[in-house]
């Protein structure tokens, strides 16, 4: 008479539920299609972050901002052009007419320059 490897069936069975929880989850994604559920919408309304912005006192200070690309709006906000999602990082408070509405770079080493366009 043999006896039976219980931990073999263990492992089984334990194999079994997994695959049943992925299959019942793949459902489940692929029964919603379009819909998003939670927390995420596609209303833009919901993306509004309002950070704190942190202050300039003019354009040339901006240089210890990261190295990158820039545009700075006619309101004076520096939003980061190299995410996806351009966030609003910063706000000139002396911002001259020349200086709105363009796009700046900042170098590694500090520099501040306008992007010809």
């Known amino acids: 008479m043999t006896a039976k490897n219980k931990r073999g069936e263990s492992f089984d069975t334990a194999l079994i539920i ?3 929880s992925i299959a019942i989850s ?8 379009n819909k ?8 833009s309304s919901y993306f509004v972050i309002n950070p704190s912005l942190i ?24 939003y980061w052009m190299d995410d996806d999602y351009r966030p609003a990082i910063a706000k000139v408070n002396y911002i001259d007419e020349s200086q709105k509405n363009r796009r700046i770079y900042i170098d590694k080493d500090g520099n501040v320059g306008y992007l010809i366009s």
């Open 26 to 33: 793949l459902i489940a994604f692929i029964s919603e299609g």
């Open 36 to 43: 998003i559920t939670g927390f995420v919408t596609s209303d």
């Open 18 to 20: 997994i695959s049943l």
């Open 55 to 78: 202050e300039f006192n003019d354009v040339d200070s901006l240089g210890t901002l990261a190295a990158g690309n820039y545009y700075i709006d006619d309101n004076g906000i520096v």
